[in-house]
């Protein structure tokens, strides 16, 4: 039998937090990025933010966060987009994607303990780089747990769950609207029942397509193939990114 559960209904992950019940029965309609004034979770806030999904933008200095709210704006006329402090931010959705650099994981997950309630889920988007502590973009840390998002799963309260995606996807490709995005997902998470929502959110971004990879311990290998892609790309001077071939039509979560 699978690890995952066998909860067939998507989007119907966990207690309430905050706004969670309203977004449950509205669908995923608010992305809260932890990180959100860097690269990563800027491109991804311009994307959902042209796509029509509200974004809170987190950062360790709430005036940070506003001026990439701002500059969203700008870029993104219309867009529904605040900035907050990280701990305020992660509040403000069911769904918390994390995007800070390796090094920064474990301070930022423990800044946000009191933060995040059960029936959360966070994203990890972390990749261990050895670059994050110095060393070369095309070698990876060891990380105890098995990978980033495991060492998460580890630091999160009891009953938010830790989903990992977005290891692949390039930050220069997502902040230049004007970039055609066609690229796989892979999404690691225990239960369908906790990728199914973010799987919805992360396919808001046209050009997306998300894939179901299995339980979170296959993140292990999906955030190696971050350095592979980036040995890749420095060879070509490309932005390559990841699309698997024959995969059938059809829900994956269901
Ligand atoms: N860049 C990519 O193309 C890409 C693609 C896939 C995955 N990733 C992964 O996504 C994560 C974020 O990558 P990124 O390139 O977006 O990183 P980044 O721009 O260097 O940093 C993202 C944000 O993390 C926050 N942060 C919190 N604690 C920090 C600390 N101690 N030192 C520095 N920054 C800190 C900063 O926000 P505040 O200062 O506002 O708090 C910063 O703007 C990384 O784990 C990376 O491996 C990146």
């Given at each position: 039998m699978s690890s995952e559960d066998d909860n067939?209904?998507?989007g119907a992950a966990g207690g309430a937090a905050g706004s969670a019940a309203t977004e449950r029965a509205e669908g995923t309609t608010t992305a809260v990025i932890i990180g959100g004034t860097g690269a990563l979770g800027y491109g991804l806030a311009v994307r959902w933010a042209a796509a029509g999904v509200a974004v809170v933008i987190g950062s360790r200095e709430a005036e940070r966060a506003v001026e990439a709210a701002e500059r969203i704006r700008q870029t993104v006329p219309g867009a529904e987009v605040e900035g907050l402090d990280n701990e305020t931010a992660a509040k403000r959705a069911r769904i918390v994607f994390l995007t800070v650099p390796f090094r920064a994981q474990s301070e930022t997950l423990n800044n946000l303990r009191y933060a995040l309630e059960p029936g959360q889920t966070l994203v990890d988007c972390t990749v261990p780089l050895a670059a994050a502590v110095g060393?070369?973009?095309?070698?990876?840390?060891v990380v105890w747990q098995g990978s980033a998002a495991q060492q998460a799963a580890e630091m999160v309260p009891s009953g938010v769950a830790v989903v990992a995606a977005?290891?692949?996807?390039g930050a220069p490709k997502l902040a230049d609207p004007s970039a055609k995005l066609?690229?796989?997902?892979?999404?690691c998470g225990d239960r369908k029942a906790d990728k199914a929502p973010v799987a919805t959110l992360i396919e808001r971004i046209?050009?997306?397509?998300?894939?179901n990879a299995g339980p979170l311990e296959i993140a292990r290998i999906v955030e190696q193939i971050t350095p592979l892609l980036i040995s890749i790309n420095v060879r070509y001077k490309a932005h390559a990114g990841l699309k698997l071939s024959g995969l059938p039509d059809g829900d994956p979560w269901g």
């Open positions: 067939k209904t998507r060393g070369k973009a095309t070698r990876s840390l977005l290891h692949t996807v066609d690229e796989d997902v892979l999404i046209e050009g997306l397509r998300a894939v």
